[in-house]
Structures are given as C-alpha cells and as structure tokens.
C-alpha cells in the first residue's frame, strides 16, 4: 500500500487512458449487491433533481452517460465555480468530484465546495437538505479495486472509503460500455472506419459514486 504522497498527480482529464478492466469485476459484485446498487428507475423516484458539478461536459459524459440519458432534464451540470451553495433546490442530489481523485486543482477546488454545501445543509431543514456524493474522474485509472473485508479502493486508507460506495445498475449490468471497454463484433468496421475521422470518445468511468443516498442508507439500517 502506498501513502499518500506516491499517489499520481495530474492538471488534466485523463481522456485518453483506458479504465483498467478489474473494474468491471467491481462494478459487478456491486451491482449483484442490493446494499451497494441502486437502479436508475430508483434514482428517478428519489431525487427530483441532480446537480453534477463537472469541468466539461465531456467529464460529466464520460462519468455519468447512463445517468444523463436516463434522467434527462432532471439532470444539470454546471462547473464548481458556477454551483453557488445557497440556489440549490432543496432535496438535490449533488455530485462533486472527488477530493483524492489525483486532479491536483479540481481537488481542491471540490473541497473548498464541498466545505460550502456542509455549511448550507447546517441551517436548511431535514426535508430541504442536499444529498452530497462524489465521484472518480482519474482516480479509476491509478486506484486499487476492493477485496474482501472492506479494504479502501485506493493505495491510502483514508483517502477513499469503500463503506459508502456505490454503483449505479441498469438494465444490462453486464454493459462493457459501463467501464469503456469496446465493442466489437458487427460494430467493430463502422467504428474503426469513425475513429479515422473523428478522435476517439474519453473511455467511460464506472458509475460508482461515494456517499450514500438516503434510500440506500434506509436499506442498510432495516437490514
């Protein structure tokens, strides 16, 4: 395991890196799980409405493509300088980048946010309160997946705790395209014959986030 400070550090979206495949593994085992997975016509009825705080529209795809075709204009994203704490409609589900996602600057700025919303949450009522969650943009490509007992997703133990993930679940959860994998098959000419044309897609992020939504913690505390 190594500290903290051997962790990869970079200023840019890593678009071009392809997503190591044990995270399909990953994405898997939680998605067989009813305590780490939650199915997008859940997510649909719990929150009305999602804020994901993204530097492009192109990280924001490449995070949360099935959640964004799936929910639609429930959805908007908006960069960290632009999330202003107090115009968040009450009861928002609002997904921030992650503070040890290894993109030096967007660390800090998603903490500086974050510490903004904890701070609005302080004085709205229970009903009106936002759902904070975070999730990996770079920090797939360099962490180490779970094993058994719980252990952190990443080299650190405090940097990323595993006890709130979570993986979002579709109708085909066995979709390579949920950790960007290519296609191949019928599909493999028409898109080798685009790739010489156009530059290739960012590779997809698995759509595990951090920080557990009210209905997933509800399901823990019955159990």
């Known amino acids: 395991m190594r500290h903290d400070e051997e962790r990869p550090r970079t200023s840019r979206f890593l678009a071009d890196g392809t997503v190591p495949g044990h995270w399909t593994q990953v994405l898997g085992a939680m998605r067989a799980n009813p305590f780490t997975h939650l199915a997008l016509d859940e997510v649909r009825t719990e929150a009305a409405h999602h804020l994901i705080a993204a530097p492009s529209p192109e990280v924001a795809r490449a995070c949360f493509g099935k959640l964004l075709d799936a929910c639609g204009d429930s959805v908007e994203i908006v960069t960290v300088e632009e999330l202003v704490p107090d115009r968040v409609p009450a009861g928002t589900w609002v997904f921030l ?5 290894g993109w030096t600057d967007l660390e ?10 904890l701070q609005e949450n302080s004085s709205r009522e229970t009903g009106d309160k936002l759902v904070l969650m975070e999730y ?3 920090l797939w ?5 779970p094993s058994s ?15 709130s993930a979570w993986a979002l679940g579709t109708s085909d959860a066995g979709s390579e395209s949920d950790t960007g994998a290519s296609a ?4 493999g000419a028409s898109n080798t014959a685009a790739a010489k044309s156009s530059p290739p ?20 505390w019955e159990s």
Not at 97 to 101: C, E, G, L, T, V
Not at 149 to 163: F, K, M, N, T, Y
């Open 97 to 101: 980048p992650h503070r040890q996602d």
């Open 108 to 117: 800090s700025a998603s903490a500086k946010l974050r510490a903004g919303l």
């Open 136 to 138: 990996g943009i770079n």
């Open 141 to 145: 490509m360099w962490a180490e997946p």
């Open 149 to 163: 007992g719980g252990d952190p997703v990443c080299h650190a133990g405090e940097l990323i705790s595993w006890e």
């Open 184 to 187: 191949d098959g019928a599909n």
């Open 201 to 220: 897609a960012p590779s997809a992020r698995p759509p595990i986030y951090f920080g557990l939504p009210p209905t997933l913690r509800r399901r823990r």
